[in-house]
């Protein structure tokens, strides 16, 4: 399984951006997928996720009410739509996909598989 993250670029605070991260391989049925990110001289960081089958989604406190996570399960591929930007919000972009049920939606070891990741900006 490949993971093609993309969308990232330089936004203006307030503004928005919408990532796309598409898989690629052997018949894609993961049980959950999800983006982190990790800021210059930070640890990479749980943003948010979503539960392939029924679509139920979960956030970082830091971006609820501002990010949606959604999927396309037919093109094999998970969204995050970013509004609100913020200067904070500065990162690399990585999605990531579990292929089985793990219980801690947060952490990177909860998952298998890693895009490549796309740099977000937002200038103030």
């Known amino acids: 399984v490949q993971l093609q993250a993309s969308g990232g670029g330089l936004v203006q605070a307030g503004g928005s951006l919408r990532l796309s991260c598409a898989a690629s391989?052997?018949?894609?049925?993961?049980?959950?997928m999800g983006w982190f990110r990790q800021a210059p001289g930070k640890e990479r960081e749980f943003v948010a996720a979503i539960r392939w089958s029924v679509g139920s989604a979960y956030y970082a406190d830091s971006v609820k009410g501002r990010f949606t996570i959604s999927r396309d399960n037919a093109a094999n591929t998970v969204y995050l739509q970013m509004n609100s930007l913020k200067s904070e919000d500065t990162a690399v972009y990585y999605c990531a996909a579990s292929q089985e049920y793990r219980p801690t939606i947060m952490t990177m070891t909860s998952y298998n598989y890693w895009g490549q990741g796309t740099l977000v900006t937002v200038s103030s």
């Open positions: 391989g052997r018949t894609f049925s993961p049980y959950r």
